[in-house]
Structure formats: structure tokens, C-alpha cells
């Protein structure tokens, strides 16, 4: 199956009344246990990529893996850059294929992130492709980057924000974490005062380490995707780290990563059948 546009894929989700997962990859192992945790359970999402991890490869590279996975594939799945730092990374992803797309210049003073995010959204809009933005800053650890920001989403800004930018999903922040390191803890009436305010469906990043119930609890409020990363990678480095542990001498890469691939599936069935218990 070919990859999905990310405004059917939001169609889909609406019509199915399903909370999006979007897993994080880095590398095949991920991105085929990835696919086949879709598709054994029969519900779509997105894969997706940070800008920091297109350090490793490029999005030509990760779009062309992507594809590959999918080829005996008929879950709907789109192939989303999270994170994306820069004007740059969002062309060559658009160029490579990318279906789905996420700025984020929550960084930024509040002029600059809506300046940005419209710059984008002009740019992914002319292509078909829907647009991801961030308000309010999320603390923790995503990939190589560190942040000890914790700016919760200031309501007060979210229609503005929306209106002026134009973007099609809104990534809040309202006390979730990035990583595993800390704890979360959701501001459920912030959430719901976000929600009868913003015009668009709502994303939460962080999803590893929030209880399953809250994530269900959030669908009420316009939520539909939700990101998981640490999950993932934990339970594929813990198929290498096990066998080192277990023999020092270990070096068939080939049986672990087959191995990895299947503790990933695991995982993200487990997840998507979490999340959308209805």
C-alpha cells in the first residue's frame, strides 16, 4: 500500500473515531515492527521521524525504508516528520515523499512560532500536506535534545494561534513530559478549556510515559494522535541488551534484529489496542 496523505489519514481517524498512534523510528528494525504492529492490528496511524534523527540518514532514505516495509501492507499509515526543526528539513521531507508534516517553533517567542508555523503551512498546504504546530513548551528529554522548559498552553492564545497559522493539528502542552525520565501529570481542565477553544484536533507528544487511561480519557477533548517513542526504542534495545547480558560474546545481529523486530510489534499492539479501548 502506498503511503497515506495525512488529511485522509485525519479523515479516517474522525470517521473511525480512533486516537492516531505515531511511532517514532530510527532505523528498519523500528520501522518494521512498526508496520507490522498496524497491520496485524488493523488500524492506521503515522511513522514518524524527528528532524534530530535525520542526522543519522536522510528523508529520502527514511521514505524509501518506509515504503519498502509497507509493501504487503493495506493499513493506512503516513509517513509524518516530527519535530521539524527547520524550513529546510520540512522541504526536502515534502520532496522525499513525506505525507504528514510537524514545525515546531515553540521555542520561539509567540510572533515568531505563528511567523513560522504560517511559512510552513503556505508552503505544505500547496502540496496537499497537513501541518502539525506546537504551543506552549514540553519538557524532557526527545532524542538528543534536552529541554527543562515547562510552558503549559496558554488558552488564551490558541485561537489566534489557529487562525493566523492555519495549522491543521495543534500539539499542546499541559503537563506531559518527552522521555521516560519524568513523570507526567496531565491538567485535564486546561485540556478541556484548550479543546472547546481550538478550531483543530488536538496532539499530545509524550505518550510513553502517560497512563493509558488519561490518553483515553483525552480522546473526549478533540484529541486524535498521540506520539510514542521511548516505548519503542526500549524494547528494541533491550533485545541487544538482554543477549550481551546473557553472553558477552554475543554477535549475531541478524537473529537479535529479527528478534527486535517482533518485541517492537509487540509493544506497538499493545498500545494501539491500549488506546483505542473503547
Same mark, same amino acid.
Given at each position: 500500500?502506498?503511503?497515506?496523505?495525512?488529511?485522509?489519514?485525519?479523515?479516517?481517524?474522525?470517521?473511525?473515531?480512533?486516537?492516531?498512534?505515531?511511532?517514532? &523510528?530510527?532505523? %528498519?528494525?523500528?520501522?518494521? !515492527? *512498526?508496520?507490522?504492529?498496524? #497491520?496485524?492490528?488493523?488500524? +492506521? =496511524?503515522?511513522?514518524?521521524?524527528?528532524?534530530?534523527?535525520?542526522?543519522?540518514?536522510?528523508?529520502?532514505?527514511?521514505?524509501?525504508?518506509?515504503?519498502?516495509?509497507?509493501?504487503?501492507?493495506?493499513?493506512?499509515?503516513?509517513?509524518?516528520?516530527?519535530?521539524?526543526?527547520?524550513?529546510?528539513?520540512?522541504?526536502?521531507?515534502?520532496?522525499?515523499?513525506?505525507?504528514?508534516?510537524?514545525?515546531?517553533?515553540?521555542?520561539?517567542?509567540?510572533?515568531?512560532?505563528?511567523?513560522?508555523?504560517?511559512? &510552513?503551512?503556505? %508552503?505544505?498546504?500547496?502540496? !496537499? *500536506?497537513?501541518?502539525?504546530? #506546537?504551543?506552549?513548551?514540553? +519538557? =524532557?528529554?526527545?532524542?538528543?535534545?534536552?529541554?527543562?522548559?515547562?510552558?503549559?498552553?496558554?488558552?488564551?492564545?490558541?485561537?489566534?494561534?489557529?487562525?493566523?497559522?492555519?495549522?491543521?493539528?495543534?500539539?499542546?502542552?499541559?503537563?506531559?513530559?518527552?522521555?521516560?525520565?519524568?513523570?507526567?501529570?496531565?491538567?485535564?481542565?486546561?485540556?478541556?478549556?484548550?479543546?472547546?477553544?481550538?478550531?483543530?484536533?488536538?496532539?499530545?507528544?509524550?505518550?510513553?510515559?502517560?497512563?493509558?487511561?488519561?490518553?483515553?480519557?483525552?480522546?473526549?477533548?478533540?484529541? *486524535?494522535?498521540?506520539?510514542?517513542?521511548?516505548?519503542?526504542?526500549?524494547?528494541?534495545?533491550?533485545?541487544?541488551?538482554?543477549?550481551?547480558?546473557?553472553?558477552?560474546?554475543?554477535?549475531?545481529?541478524?537473529?537479535?534484529?529479527?528478534?527486535?523486530?517482533?518485541?517492537?510489534?509487540?509493544?506497538?499492539?499493545?498500545?494501539?489496542?491500549?488506546?483505542?479501548?473503547?
Amino acid at each position: 500500500m502506498q503511503l497515506v496523505n495525512g488529511f485522509k489519514l485525519m479523515e479516517y481517524a474522525k470517521e473511525k473515531k480512533l486516537i492516531l498512534p505515531a511511532f517514532n &523510528t530510527t532505523n %528498519y528494525e523500528l520501522t518494521a !515492527g *512498526i508496520v507490522k504492529g498496524y #497491520e496485524a492490528m488493523g488500524l +492506521g =496511524g503515522y511513522i514518524a521521524i524527528s528532524s534530530s534523527n535525520l542526522k543519522l540518514s536522510s528523508p529520502k532514505i527514511i521514505a524509501n525504508m518506509v515504503k519498502a516495509a509497507m509493501k504487503d501492507v493495506s493499513t493506512p499509515i503516513a509517513l509524518h516528520l516530527d519535530h521539524g526543526k527547520s524550513f529546510e528539513d520540512v522541504k526536502a521531507c515534502i520532496d522525499a515523499g513525506f505525507t504528514s508534516i510537524m514545525v515546531d517553533a515553540s521555542h520561539l517567542p509567540l510572533e515568531e512560532n505563528i511567523k513560522e508555523v504560517k511559512r &510552513t503551512v503556505e %508552503y505544505c498546504h500547496f502540496y !496537499g *500536506i497537513p501541518v502539525e504546530a #506546537e504551543l506552549g513548551a514540553i +519538557g =524532557g528529554k526527545e532524542d538528543d535534545h534536552i529541554s527543562e522548559e515547562d510552558a503549559k498552553t496558554n488558552p488564551e492564545d490558541v485561537r489566534s494561534f489557529v487562525e493566523q497559522t492555519q495549522c491543521d493539528m495543534l500539539a499542546v502542552a499541559i503537563g506531559n513530559v518527552h522521555g521516560m525520565d519524568l513523570v507526567p501529570k496531565l491538567d485535564f481542565p486546561l485540556l478541556e478549556e484548550i479543546a472547546e477553544i481550538s478550531s483543530v484536533p488536538l496532539v499530545l507528544h509524550g505518550g510513553s510515559g502517560i497512563p493509558f487511561n488519561q490518553v483515553r480519557r483525552a480522546r473526549e477533548n478533540n484529541l *486524535i494522535k498521540v506520539n510514542y517513542g521511548s516505548d519503542l526504542r526500549q524494547a528494541f534495545i533491550r533485545t541487544f541488551g538482554s543477549a550481551y547480558e546473557i553472553n558477552h560474546n554475543e554477535f549475531d545481529i541478524m537473529s537479535l534484529s529479527k528478534e527486535a523486530i517482533i518485541n517492537v510489534e509487540d509493544r506497538v499492539k499493545a498500545i494501539i489496542r491500549e488506546v483505542n479501548i473503547h
